[in-house]
């Protein structure tokens, strides 16, 4: 291992950077505080890991030091400055170690050498102004950050920050989408390449194989796994919580009806839930079935997708996507059934959530058999 090769920070000097950086921050307009704040943890972690561990990713130095400062700050500042704060600071740094230095951000040694009244919004807003994109969201709080950080892979740890910011999801709804396996369930639907691309843009919907998942996860129905149930109660129960089902669904889902009743050949046809999407611009029809997928279900699902196509749909929107949400399908039957270029989908839901192990599992499978399939 390299040896550190700028010395341990004495308490009282790591104390005046860190009050300097938190200083500065707290000074910053109120509509800016939170981002400003989240910079200042990146900045007092990028002081700490230079102060403890002379820039390394490892720490070789006691922790005493940080119980100083902490028990310093906290006198100072009041809640919030904990040695295990203060290591999450650490940590936020070590997540992202260069999300601020593309922007070249104001050293903590230009921070005490600027005049009173130049503060660290001053510089810092100058610096992100001439930014293309900030280097953390406005929509994510340092809560969002903490939870996160714990996120292992990068590649997963960017594309739920990228999407908890675009979505607005508060700190629950991104720890139900973390423990939904979300990341996994939209990758086993999508080639390498496209993986890729989930974890550095987020979810892009473009096309209608963007909006599959496998599986949907509707844990907040409440329905027990071995309880017998019908499809109405399954149905009924998402338009009791159809808020969490739209969530569930993803980006740009509109509800319109269940039940939806249409007339053909004098005979009445049900689709049990119609969405409309509007970022595809086209109509969803889903079809819930609590057992096996059959044939006569994709047969049915093709029949709801024509008549909408030929006399809902309007001429200047999208052709409409069927989807079937069932407790287990068969991939060969849908291939053989369908023709290539059908607009539909099948996929299978759970009423628990799943074991992100069993998903990840399943994903590195995936993985093997696609790079295999390439080779």
């Keep these: ?73 906290s006198s100072r500042f009041g809640r919030g400055f904990s040695t295990t704060n203060l290591k999450n600071f650490r940590l936020f740094y070590l997540a992202y170690p260069d999300r601020l230095a593309a922007i070249s951000p104001p050293s903590t040694d230009e921070l005490l050498a600027a005049p009173i009244g130049q503060r660290l919004s001053d510089q810092l807003l100058a610096t992100l102004q001439r930014a293309e994109t ?57 080639n390498a390449d496209e993986v890729r691309q989930l974890a550095q843009q987020g979810q892009v919907i473009s096309t209608p194989q963007d909006l599959i998942k496998t599986p949907y996860v509707l844990e907040f129905l409440g329905l027990q796994e071995r309880s017998s149930y019908s499809e109405s109660d399954l149905e009924a129960a998402i338009i009791s919580k159809i808020e969490d089902f739209l969530l569930e669904l993803g980006k740009g889902f509109l509800f319109e009806s269940r039940q939806k009743r249409f007339t053909f050949e004098e005979e009445h046809f049900f689709v049990d839930l119609v969405f409309y999407n509007r970022l595809l611009r086209c109509y969803v029809l889903i079809d819930l079935k609590i057992g096996k997928l059959t044939h006569q279900n994709l047969g049915q699902m093709q029949m709801y997708v024509n008549y909408f196509d030929r006399f809902v749909k309007r001429d200047d929107e999208n052709a409409t996507i069927g989807m079937i949400l069932c407790k287990k399908k068969n991939d060969a039957l849908v291939e053989i059934t369908l023709p290539k270029d ?34």
């Design 134 to 190: 900030a280097p953390f969201s406005t929509n994510l709080s340092w809560s969002h950050y903490v939870f996160l950080m714990g996120i292992k892979r990068a590649d997963e740890r960017q594309f739920y920050e990228i999407e908890s910011a675009q979505n607005g999801w508060s700190l629950a709804e991104l720890r139900r989408q973390f423990d939904s396996g979300l990341f996994e369930r939209l990758a086993l639907s999508r």
């Design 1 to 73: 291992m390299t040896k550190p090769t700028v010395a341990p920070a004495a308490p009282d000097e790591l104390m005046g950077r860190v009050v300097a950086i938190l200083e500065h921050a707290r000074s910053n307009v109120v509509r800016t505080v939170n981002s400003q704040m989240v910079i200042a943890y990146w900045l007092i972690g990028r002081e700490i890991v230079q102060a403890m561990q002379g820039g390394e990713s490892r720490a070789v130095y006691g922790e005493g030091l940080l119980d100083a400062v902490s028990e310093q700050l």
């Design 342 to 375: 059908a607009n539909i989908h099948a996929s299978e839901y759970q009423l628990y959530l799943p074991s992100k192990e069993e998903l990840q599992q399943r994903l590195n499978q995936w993985g093997t058999l696609t790079n295999e399939e390439e080779a």
